[in-house]
């Protein structure tokens, strides 16, 4: 959006150049009707001028890219003048985002850029856990008399991310999902049973060792395997931002980063793999795969509002409702892989009702409970009574101690 407006700067000198003027021909002053002139050629000049014309291209460059919890992470921004007029006083406030705060220097720039001409600022903020997502820079530029400015927003698409580390190479699909689904049909690589010859088998598919036995024809058949379609379901509800303490992480945090990590597993095993949000937006998208579902994943993941990082001011009570619609969305069959801590009973209820429906689900659960206090021993005692109640209903939960890996999940389905 771009807007112009006169900035006032001559009002001043309007008063005083009529004032100048009504006093020189009321006494009849020739030297004061001649200075009144000179100021109504500059309380004239703006109105005569050409409005000014913002053309430029922002460029944001981060380093280091992945940082680490409390680096420094200098930001350095272009600013180029791609039109065909001098910007004689343009001026520039970067977008920075309310989660970062600045180390060093200013995110504030003014120069004047000639056509095709560059300027630089750089700038240092400090990296904290999340998905950070810089804004559009304000860009300002007034006209020589500086008596008009025009406004604009230039964007430059720019995060900054800093999750936890997790060894996605450790993260098992089969630590997730049930395996492969036998349809029990058709010529695939497993072997099912040996059944009467029919007209009309593959002659590979003979038996021809107990036919060289018994004389008899036989069939062997196989079972036919298919891969699953699995829908990772994001709990970033209000009661899902804990920390254990105020330099960790919260489980939303921890949660996103683990999330990436199974759905490579996912995908890289063949499963077609979707993505659903609970918080303070909803999101929906369905199973897929090929060479661009990662990335469609990672950019929801990262810019999603549903995804936020950080905890809503204003929570709206709306579970209910987007639970129910990503109920009504799932296939008969379709894997459910919740990430929650399971801080409350939201998420257990409708991890409980999925399975009783027949969907097999798994949770995937980070743990940031703590027994530093009477009411924080109490919260963990609830969500491992939660955890328990889960298991015992048949569904698969896996407990994550963040800063360890998820190696060796899929033994403690059961512990």
Same mark, same amino acid.
């Given at each position: 959006m771009t807007t112009v407006r006169r900035t006032r700067r001559w009002t001043v000198v309007h008063a005083l150049a009529f004032g100048l003027f009504?006093?020189?021909?009321?006494?009849? %002053?020739?030297?004061l009707l001649l200075a009144s002139a000179v100021g109504v050629v500059f309380a004239a000049y703006p109105h005569i001028t050409a409005d000014p014309t913002v053309d430029v291209v922002v460029e944001r460059h981060l380093e280091p890219t992945a940082p680490e919890h409390g680096d420094r992470v200098t930001v350095t921004v272009e600013v180029t003048n791609v039109g065909d007029s001098t910007l004689v006083d343009l001026r520039l406030v970067d977008g920075v985002p309310p989660t970062l705060s600045v180390a060093r220097g200013?995110?504030?720039h003014a120069a004047a850029l000639p056509p095709g001409s560059s300027t630089t600022i750089a700038y240092d903020v400090v990296a904290t856990h999340g998905v950070h997502q810089f804004e559009a820079a304000t860009v300002l530029a007034r006209d020589p008399s500086g008596g008009v400015e025009m *406004?604009?927003? $230039?964007? &430059?698409?720019?995060? !900054?991310?800093?999750? #936890?580390?997790?060894?996605? /190479?450790?993260?098992?699909?089969?630590?997730?999902v049930p395996g492969p689904v036998a349809t029990g049909r058709g010529s695939g690589v497993e072997f099912a049973r040996v059944r009467e010859y029919r007209r009309g088998d593959a002659p590979t598919r003979i038996d021809w060792r107990r036919f060289a036995r018994t004389g008899d024809l036989a069939t062997v058949a196989f079972r036919d395997?298919?891969?699953v379609a699995v829908v990772c379901c994001f709990d970033a509800r209000e009661p899902a931002y804990r920390r254990r303490s105020d330099e960790e992480p919260h489980a939303v945090c921890y949660g996103a980063a683990a999330l990436l990590a199974a759905t490579d597993a996912l995908l890289a095993d063949g499963h077609r793999v979707g993505l659903a949000a609970l918080g303070r937006?909803?999101?929906? +998208? &369905?199973?897929? *795969?090929?060479?661009?579902?990662?990335?469609?994943?990672?950019? !929801? !993941? %990262?810019n999603?509002?549903?995804?936020?990082?950080t905890a809503p001011d204003d929570p709206l009570d709306t579970h209910d409702?987007? !639970? &129910?619609?990503? @109920?009504?969305?799932?296939?008969?069959?379709?894997?459910?892989? +919740?990430?929650?801590?399971?801080?409350?009973? $939201?998420? #257990?209820?409708?991890?409980?009702? +999925?399975?009783?429906?027949?969907?097999?689900?798994t949770v995937l659960c980070p743990d940031v409970a703590t027994t530093d206090t009477a009411g924080a021993t109490v919260e963990r005692l @609830? %969500?491992?009574?939660?955890?328990? &109640?889960?298991?015992?209903?048949? $569904?698969? $939960?896996?407990?994550?101690? #963040?800063?360890? #890996?998820?190696?060796?999940? @899929?033994?403690?389905? /059961? %512990?």
């Open positions: 009504a006093v020189g021909v009321y006494f009849g %002053r020739p030297g200013t995110p504030r *406004e604009t927003s $230039v964007s &430059a698409d720019t995060e !900054l991310v800093c999750l #936890p580390a997790v060894q996605s /190479s450790a993260v098992a699909a089969e630590a997730l395997e298919r891969r937006q909803s999101c929906w +998208l &369905a199973p897929g *795969e090929g060479a661009d579902r990662r990335g469609e994943i990672r950019h !929801l !993941l %990262r999603h509002p549903g995804f936020g990082m409702e987007q !639970l &129910a619609a990503i @109920e009504a969305r799932l296939a008969d069959g379709d894997v459910v892989v +919740l990430c929650s801590p399971l801080t409350d009973d $939201v998420v #257990p209820e409708f991890a409980t009702r +999925l399975r009783a429906l027949g969907h097999p689900v @609830e %969500r491992t009574r939660r955890i328990d &109640a889960l298991r015992n209903f048949g $569904v698969r $939960v896996v407990e994550w101690t #963040p800063g360890e #890996p998820l190696t060796g999940v @899929e033994r403690r389905w /059961s %512990r």
